[in-house]
């Protein structure tokens, strides 16, 4: 018996919640400050009557589970970058600045070494 044939006979006996095929608009309203109960009510407007504590219980359970969108620098949407003016640029930094970059993170660097890792002549876009 393979695969196929199993699937025709026997139905999964795991529990889905009423909840799972409105997890991307749920967690999308959460993420725009919408309160719970106003989530159940958008449920609710798409047929699926729950309590605002099933609507929290849903999303305690499945917020490590749904991946979020990197944070974002600026209003003009440029992902956050870290690293030296050199690494924004596009280019791969260099094994010093990666050493000072990581000196600095651990409180290492003194004035010199932060001037040499930020250019002046930084270009801003």
Same mark, same amino acid.
């Given at each position: 018996? %393979? #695969?196929?044939?199993?699937?025709?006979?026997?139905?999964?006996?795991?529990?889905?919640?009423?909840?799972?095929?409105?997890?991307?608009? #749920?967690?999308?309203?959460?993420?725009?400050?919408?309160?719970?109960?106003? #989530?159940?009510?958008?449920?609710?407007?798409?047929? /699926?009557?729950?309590?605002? !504590?099933?609507?929290?219980?849903?999303?305690?359970?499945? !917020?490590?589970?749904?991946?979020?969108?990197?944070?974002?620098?600026?209003? /003009?949407?440029?992902?956050?970058?870290?690293?030296?003016? %050199?690494?924004?640029?596009?280019?791969?930094?260099?094994? %010093? /600045?990666?050493?000072?970059?990581?000196?600095? #993170?651990?409180?290492?660097?003194?004035?010199?070494?932060?001037?040499?890792?930020?250019?002046?002549?930084?270009?801003?876009?």
């Amino acid at each position: 018996m %393979d #695969i196929t044939e199993f699937e025709k006979t026997m139905r999964p006996n795991r529990k889905r919640s009423q909840l799972d095929p409105f997890t991307d608009p #749920i967690f999308e309203l959460r993420d725009k400050g919408y309160a719970n109960w106003q #989530i159940g009510e958008f449920l609710a407007h798409n047929g /699926v009557h729950v309590s605002t !504590e099933a609507v929290r219980q849903f999303i305690k359970s499945r !917020e490590n589970k749904v991946t979020k969108p990197p944070k974002l620098a600026n209003a /003009v949407n440029e992902p956050v970058t870290s690293g030296s003016a %050199d690494f924004m640029s596009g280019d791969e930094p260099t094994k %010093d /600045v990666r050493k000072k970059a990581n000196r600095y #993170i651990t409180g290492g660097l003194d004035e010199h070494d932060i001037d040499a890792l930020v250019s002046p002549n930084t270009n801003k876009k």
